[in-house]
C-alpha cells in the first residue's frame, strides 16, 4: 500500500514539474518542435518514467538531471536567438523542394524526403497538382510551406483545384502501374507519349503526372 501511494505523489509531483519546466522552456506547438527540442523533451520524460516506477530511487537524482536539461535548453535557446550560425546547426536550415515550379531532387534526398511524403503534405494544403506550385519550402519543424503560381486570368481554372487529385504515373524513374491502370492507360502508352515529347528515358524523370490530357514532367537533378 505504501508503493503504491508513492507512486501517486510522485506521479502527481512530477507532471507538476513537467508542465513547469515545459512552461519555462517557452511555448512551441508540437509541429514546430525542433530536434534538440524533441531530444530534450524525451529524456525529460524518461526520467520521470524512472522515478516514478522504482520509488527506491531519490526524487531529487530524478529532479537533478530534468533541472539540468532545462537549463541546458534554456541557455540554447538563448544562444539560437543571438547567433544565426548556432541556430541553423541547432534547428537545421529551410530546404527548397519546389524552386519556380521545377522539383528539387538534390535537396529531397539530403533530407530524406521522399515524393510520398510531397504528395501528402501538398494534398494537407487543399493542393492537388505539383504543378500549381512555385515554391515549395521544407522548414527545419518538417513543415512545407507552399507558395502556388499565380493564375492566368485568361485561362480556364484548372480542375485539379476543384477536388480531382493528380495521380502520379512516374516516380524517382519508376512507372506506376497501378496508377496507369487507374486512368485506363498502359505502360506502352505511356512510353510512346513521353518519347513524342522527347523524353526516351524514363529512368531519367524524377516525376511524372497526366492530367486533363497534359503531361507535368520534371527531370532528375533539372
Known amino acids: 500500500m505504501a508503493d503504491y501511494l508513492t507512486i ?4 502527481i509531483i512530477f507532471y507538476l514539474l513537467i508542465l513547469v519546466i515545459f512552461r519555462l ?7 514546430e518542435l525542433s530536434i534538440l527540442d524533441l531530444v530534450v523533451f524525451i529524456m525529460i520524460g524518461e526520467l520521470a518514467v524512472v522515478a516514478i516506477e522504482r520509488p527506491n530511487v531519490k526524487i531529487f537524482h530524478a529532479i537533478l538531471p530534468m533541472a539540468i536539461l532545462m537549463i541546458i535548453q534554456i541557455i540554447m535557446a538563448i544562444i539560437s536567438l543571438k547567433s544565426k550560425k548556432i541556430r541553423n546547426l541547432v534547428e537545421g536550415k529551410p530546404s527548397i523542394i519546389i524552386n519556380r515550379g521545377k522539383i ?14 510531397l504528395m501528402t503534405q501538398l494534398r494537407e494544403k487543399d493542393i492537388r497538382s505539383i504543378a500549381d506550385v512555385e515554391f515549395a519550402i521544407l522548414e527545419s ?3 512545407l510551406s507552399v507558395i502556388e503560381k499565380l493564375e492566368d486570368p485568361n485561362k480556364p481554372k484548372n480542375p485539379s483545384k476543384n477536388g480531382d487529385i493528380t495521380i502520379p504515373l512516374i516516380l524517382d524513374g519508376n512507372i506506376e502501374e497501378e496508377n496507369l491502370k487507374r486512368i485506363n492507360k498502359t505502360n506502352l ?9 522527347g523524353y526516351r528515358d524514363v529512368k531519367k524523370i524524377s516525376f511524372c503526372s497526366y492530367e486533363n490530357g497534359k503531361f507535368f514532367i520534371d527531370l532528375q537533378d533539372e
Open 25 to 31: 522552456m517557452g511555448k512551441r506547438e508540437i509541429g
Open 104 to 117: 528539387d531532387e538534390v535537396a529531397m534526398r539530403k533530407q530524406r524526403y521522399n515524393f510520398d511524403d
Open 189 to 197: 502508352w505511356l512510353r510512346q507519349e513521353l518519347k513524342k515529347q
Open 141 to 143: 519543424s518538417g513543415s
Open 8 to 11: 501517486l505523489v510522485r506521479t
